[in-house]
């Protein structure tokens, strides 16, 4: 791997632990706040807001600006958004605010890989790239709930600066305002980052513009008989796994009686399984052998609903980390399958961009029902029926569709395998 590669890495792990760890701690700010459960649901598919309305723009500002500037000044409204946390904005509208950094900073986080690395090393490299990411998950969600936990809690709320009153005096208000920190610490990582010698595509000089470029590129990723199907796996396994994370935590609540703090624990041992499916993933597999792992998805989606007869940790645990291997075995290889189809297709940017729209779409859509069936009183566990059958029942339908075009389409279907096998440069 290149030099700047693991810079890159490095940016991401603090920028992913930060997002994490913010994430736990706004669920206790609320519920410490005694603001209703469904307003903690909520944090996950505002997170995903902004990828959404953003995304006809965010890529093509990624193809436009070096990627280390775009990911630089994303950490930075990350900073913003925790400093409204700490001073009073609803911590809703403020988690909106760090996805909007978020959303921003994606595009030029898998961008600058197609710009980087050769074909040949993308599985590979979105290997490394997710398991470290999986990785600073599992260290942040931990992080997030250690950092709440009374001695730790008590030690940061020791510090203060002299002659000023900063009103941070609650567990939760000292891990966020600690995640400062830790964005500070990525944003100069990505002052590091290499300046590519892929050439920088002009920004279009009207919104509308850039409105009608992006749906060209979103048809145009949908139309490829390659790009649908590792667009829709990896649209539903991002739905599906991005609201499982608060889901995991509200099933601890009710199953095993924890606490956030110690909740946070077991989102991270989903990450574990995860981390270990990613990475073996990017050892055994190739790219034009990615869609055979799709039968994996109708599993993980049966297995989900099993959490629903789990009530001891011991049974707990073992279950979280096989599941979160699944998902990490399927995820890596569409991922790349499809970063190599939308880097053939249009700019590295816009295709990340398609693929985050269309992904939190989804985590956007899904979380908003699981929001709403909660304000009704949907329990956890009808939650994990609900959304295992959901998963399983799509990726059956993803399969069919598959197998429809290797029989209907089966010499551009063979063409583009054997472009994803030969292309090396």
């Known amino acids: 791997m290149k030099k700047g590669f693991y810079t890159i ?7 992913s632990l930060a997002d994490n760890a913010l994430f736990v701690a706004a669920v206790e700010l609320l519920r410490s706040s005694h603001q209703p459960e469904w307003q903690r649901a909520a944090l996950v598919p505002m997170f995903a807001l902004f990828y959404v309305i953003l995304a006809p723009f965010v890529g093509a500002f990624a193809d436009a600006v070096p990627k280390g500037k775009v990911m630089f000044f994303s950490n930075l409204i990350k900073v913003v958004g925790c400093l409204m946390m700490l001073f009073g904005t609803h911590p809703l509208l403020s988690y909106a605010i760090v996805g909007l950094g978020a959303a921003a900073y994606s595009p030029a986080k898998y961008g600058i890989l197609t710009e980087l690395l050769p074909n040949s ?14 990785s600073s998950i599992i260290l942040g969600v931990v992080l997030g709930g250690q950092l709440m936990k009374p001695v730790m809690a008590s030690h940061l709320l020791a510090l203060d600066l002299p002659w000023v009153d900063t009103g941070i005096d609650t567990p939760p208000e000292a891990a966020i305002a600690s995640m400062i920190a830790l964005y500070v610490i990525a944003a100069l990582f990505n002052l590091k980052i290499p300046r590519t010698s892929a050439p920088l595509q002009p920004l279009a000089h009207s919104a509308s513009a850039l409105v009608r470029d992006f ?3 979103n048809a145009r990723l949908w139309n490829d008989k390659l790009g649908q199907i590792s667009l829709a796996t990896t649209t539903l396994f991002w739905g599906v796994s991005g609201n499982l994370r608060y889901i995991v935590l509200a099933w601890a609540l009710a199953a095993l009686g924890y606490t956030t703090s110690d909740a946070s624990t077991l989102v991270g041992v989903v990450a574990v399984g995860t981390a270990f499916g990613a990475i073996i993933a990017s050892m055994r597999m190739r790219l034009d052998q990615a869609t055979g792992v799709i039968p994996l998805g109708i599993a993980m989606g049966l297995v989900v609903i099993v959490m629903n007869v789990i009530t001891n940790v011991y049974v707990a645990a073992p279950f979280l980390v096989a599941l979160g291997a699944i998902g990490g075995y399927l995820v890596v290889p569409m991922n790349a399958l499809l970063q190599h ?19 939190q ?3 956007l859509g899904l979380g908003a029902f699981y929001t709403g069936m909660t304000k009704l009183g949907m329990s956890a566990f009808g939650a994990i029926t609900v959304f295992g ?16 075009n290797c029989i209907k389409h089966k010499d551009e279907v063979d063409h583009l395998l054997a472009l994803a096998r030969h292309d090396r440069h």
């Not at 090393?121 to 999986?134: M, Y």
């Not at 059958?389 to 429809?404: D, E, G, S, Y």
């Open 121 to 134: 090393q993308l599985v590979k490299a979105n290997g490394w790239i997710e398991g470290l990411t999986i």
């Open 389 to 404: 059958l959901t998963v399983a029942f799509t990726m059956w339908l993803i399969r069919r569709w598959h197998l429809n």
């Open 361 to 363: 779409a989804c985590i």
């Open 215 to 217: 749906s060209n590129c």
């Open 9 to 15: 890495m490095s940016a991401q792990f603090f920028s």
């Open 341 to 359: 189809r939308g880097h053939n297709l249009m700019g590295a940017g816009r295709s990340i961009a398609v693929q985050n729209f269309n992904e």
